[in-house]
């Protein structure tokens, strides 16, 4: 069975930074591109960005709004991807999903709070 | 950057056929996901390339293409469907969602 299992979702004040982590099981993580989709209170889903596998070399893409604040990594050994957050902002608090690259599997999302 | 544009929300008695289009540019030369989503839960893929159900979704959901816009059909919409429905394509290596599309189906 295939689980995506996000964490380090938390409430914090402008400017600040967190790490989420998404460690995932029954599949082959390591040849998977995995990314992140985030959604804010009431609103549509908003791509963040996106890993390639180990096979495609691994790079990694980010979504406008939040490109040179994000950082997108994965630790094969461990099976899991992080989103790494930094200096944000109140627009940048929603429900964030950990997701394959081909979206047949999301995890249950982990929650960003932003505000002063 | 592109957009993805669905309309905001569709009504449909149960027993009808909804249809819910997105249109963009990049469908042109990219393929669409419709991805279903209920209250309180994760998006569930239903349609991918533009046309392919994964298995486990239910044959009464369709996808179709036509140059810069895809369209999900449910045929024969139930009570259960109803949900918020959004297209996804992607082109230059970035993601994007249409705005969303809430279905109601009563």
């Known amino acids: 069975e295939v689980q995506l299992v996000e964490s380090g979702g938390a409430s914090v004040m402008p400017g600040g930074s967190l790490r989420l982590s998404c460690v995932t099981s029954?599949?082959?993580?390591?040849?998977?591109?995995m990314g992140w989709v985030r959604q804010a209170p009431g609103k549509g889903l908003q791509w963040v960005g996106r890993i390639k596998g180990r096979a495609d070399g691994g790079t990694v893409d980010y979504a406008e709004p939040v490109r040179g604040r994000v950082t997108i990594s994965r630790d094969d050994s461990k099976n899991t991807l992080y989103l790494q957050m930094d200096s944000l902002k109140t627009e940048d608090s929603g429900l964030y999903y950990c997701?394959?690259?081909?979206?047949?599997?999301w995890g249950q999302g982990t929650l960003v709070a932003v505000s002063a | 950057s592109y957009d993805l544009t669905q309309p905001s929300s569709v009504s449909v008695s149960p027993g009808q056929t909804a249809r819910i289009t997105c249109s963009g540019d990049v469908l042109a030369k990219k393929y669409a996901r419709w991805l279903q989503q209920k209250p309180g839960q994760a998006p569930v893929l239903i349609i991918y390339?533009?046309?392919e159900r994964p298995s486990g979704i239910p044959e009464r959901f369709s996808g179709s293409s036509s140059g810069t816009s895809v369209t999900l059909t449910i045929s024969g919409a139930q009570v259960e469907d109803e949900a918020d429905y959004y297209c996804y394509s992607a082109a230059d290596n970035i993601g994007v969602f249409g705005g969303g599309t809430k279905l109601t189906v009563l």
């Open positions: 390339k533009d046309t």
């Open positions: 029954g599949f082959a993580f390591g040849n998977t591109w």
């Open positions: 997701t394959t690259g081909s979206y047949d599997h």
